[in-house]
């Protein structure tokens, strides 16, 4: 092979090259602590290093969407707590309301559960975030509509929202949801907070026949009808703080397999990318080292010519 006088320098040439993106390739590693910047780093460990971020970033979300559930379902046990408060008290003014009672009382109790069906009311039309927790996923407007007469009794509590619940994943194939029906006429589907007909509870009709009833002096009613039906409705609003409490519950142990789970992806992921920073200091200094050399010694080959030896 014949050797020109141009081959020894372009070689060198080349040797510097590729020792001087060594050395910045490791100084960027020293800098960042990272062993992968680009694909061409190390194409199979960026393409786990990216299928990892993607997991990473799910399972974020799903961690987001459970703190988002968890504060829904805790604004409702919030109200589920004086809702139950509301009706224990007209349990109490129905078992009250015996043959001994004058009708001048009977009438200051069908006033006070006037007043029981108006909270109520205030309590099943409470907001979160803007949108009203016991309609379903009709939630953009209050769920239920109050009417009263002159006399400042309530005739009628309508239900506008709907019996849909919308679900949100809270794990890879698994979704949760905190919502709450308001009411439910159709005997299947999601339980009904203030009326289920699979349940027997309709707790705002209950409470008006109680106030009519007490209005009218009517106790043998009140005894006969008013006391069971409005157990009914405690029975169920008992059934919806427990459900509350289980769905917290389970929103808890989702949150914490979705913390582990972000825990252990950006562990692997740190395994992948990051550099270890001794080594990656040792392999630097051997790098500079060579860098060195081929200076020295390419000057040294360099500075010798046929005249050296012609002296």
């Given at each position: 092979m014949r050797v020109t006088n141009n081959m020894f320098p372009d070689r060198l040439a080349g040797?510097?090259?590729t020792l001087t993106a060594r050395q910045n390739r490791l100084q960027d590693q020293v800098a960042t602590g990272q062993r992968i910047s680009r694909a061409e780093d190390d194409p199979g460990a960026m393409r786990r290093v990216l299928d990892l971020q993607v997991e990473s970033r799910k399972a974020e979300q799903h961690k987001h969407n459970i703190t988002a559930l968890k504060e829904q379902a805790g604004v409702s046990y919030a109200a589920l707590q004086p809702l139950r408060r509301?009706?224990?008290?007209a349990g109490e003014l129905a078992i009250l309301a015996d043959g001994t009672k004058s009708p001048e009382n009977l009438r200051l109790y069908a006033s006070e559960v006037s007043q029981l069906i108006q909270q109520a009311?205030?309590?099943?039309n409470t907001k979160h975030r803007g949108d009203y927790l016991?309609?379903?996923?009709?939630?953009d407007q209050p769920p239920f509509v109050l009417a009263t007469n002159s006399a400042g009794l309530v005739t009628s509590v309508t239900y506008q929202g709907n019996t849909s619940v919308a679900s949100t994943e809270v794990a890879e194939g698994l979704t949760a949801s905190a919502q709450v029906v308001g009411a439910n006429a159709s005997g299947s589907g999601a339980r009904g907070l203030f009326a289920d007909t699979a349940a027997g509870a309709d707790f705002f009709n209950h409470l008006i026949s109680l106030q009519n009833h007490l209005q009218a002096g009517d106790a043998a009613a009140v005894n006969a009808t008013d006391v069971p039906a409005l157990a009914k409705d405690e029975d169920n609003i008992l059934f919806h703080l427990a459900l509350n409490g289980t769905v917290q519950a389970r929103l808890a142990t989702?949150?914490?397999?979705?913390?582990d789970r972000v825990f252990s992806t950006e562990k692997l992921i740190s395994n992948e990318a990051d550099a270890d920073l001794a080594q990656t200091l040792?392999?630097?200094n051997e790098t500079?080292?060579?860098y060195r050399a081929a200076l020295q010694s390419g000057g040294t080959i360099m500075n010798i010519s046929l005249?050296?030896?012609?002296?």
């Amino acid at each position: 092979m014949r050797v020109t006088n141009n081959m020894f320098p372009d070689r060198l040439a080349g040797q510097l090259a590729t020792l001087t993106a060594r050395q910045n390739r490791l100084q960027d590693q020293v800098a960042t602590g990272q062993r992968i910047s680009r694909a061409e780093d190390d194409p199979g460990a960026m393409r786990r290093v990216l299928d990892l971020q993607v997991e990473s970033r799910k399972a974020e979300q799903h961690k987001h969407n459970i703190t988002a559930l968890k504060e829904q379902a805790g604004v409702s046990y919030a109200a589920l707590q004086p809702l139950r408060r509301v009706s224990d008290r007209a349990g109490e003014l129905a078992i009250l309301a015996d043959g001994t009672k004058s009708p001048e009382n009977l009438r200051l109790y069908a006033s006070e559960v006037s007043q029981l069906i108006q909270q109520a009311v205030q309590l099943a039309n409470t907001k979160h975030r803007g949108d009203y927790l016991f309609a379903g996923t009709k939630n953009d407007q209050p769920p239920f509509v109050l009417a009263t007469n002159s006399a400042g009794l309530v005739t009628s509590v309508t239900y506008q929202g709907n019996t849909s619940v919308a679900s949100t994943e809270v794990a890879e194939g698994l979704t949760a949801s905190a919502q709450v029906v308001g009411a439910n006429a159709s005997g299947s589907g999601a339980r009904g907070l203030f009326a289920d007909t699979a349940a027997g509870a309709d707790f705002f009709n209950h409470l008006i026949s109680l106030q009519n009833h007490l209005q009218a002096g009517d106790a043998a009613a009140v005894n006969a009808t008013d006391v069971p039906a409005l157990a009914k409705d405690e029975d169920n609003i008992l059934f919806h703080l427990a459900l509350n409490g289980t769905v917290q519950a389970r929103l808890a142990t989702a949150e914490s397999l979705a913390s582990d789970r972000v825990f252990s992806t950006e562990k692997l992921i740190s395994n992948e990318a990051d550099a270890d920073l001794a080594q990656t200091l040792v392999r630097l200094n051997e790098t500079q080292n060579a860098y060195r050399a081929a200076l020295q010694s390419g000057g040294t080959i360099m500075n010798i010519s046929l005249l050296d030896y012609l002296r």
